[in-house]
């Protein structure tokens, strides 16, 4: 079985919306665990969450697990106000 996972990381907060744009249009070829590193994101854009929401909404239909690394306190609590954080895996 050929599992490829894949990783993005963006290089600043305001790259964050379209790495989640690139994520989106790349899930489709997606064979294992898809990762969102946020170690340089300290907190979330406005467009990030709905972006978010149709990643993680597609990765549903897909059945790719969805993985955000290294996510600060700031953007979890976004998450968990948006009611997005359970549709995610989190790694320190």
Known sequence: MNVT????????ESAL???IQEALERLEAATGPVTLD?????RL???????LGRLAARARVRGVQLILRDVNVAVY????????????????
């Not at 996972?5 to 600043?12: G, I, K, N, Y």
């Not at 854009?45 to 972006?51: I, N, S, V, W």
């Not at 968990?80 to 995610?88: E, M, N, V």
């Open 17 to 19: 919306a379209p790495l």
């Open 45 to 51: 854009e406005t467009a990030a969450l709905p972006l």
């Open 5 to 12: 996972s894949e990783t993005f990381r963006p290089a600043t």
């Open 77 to 92: 609590k976004a998450l968990k106000l948006s009611g997005l954080a359970p549709q995610f895996s989190f790694l320190r």
């Open 38 to 42: 946020f170690s340089s994101v300290q």
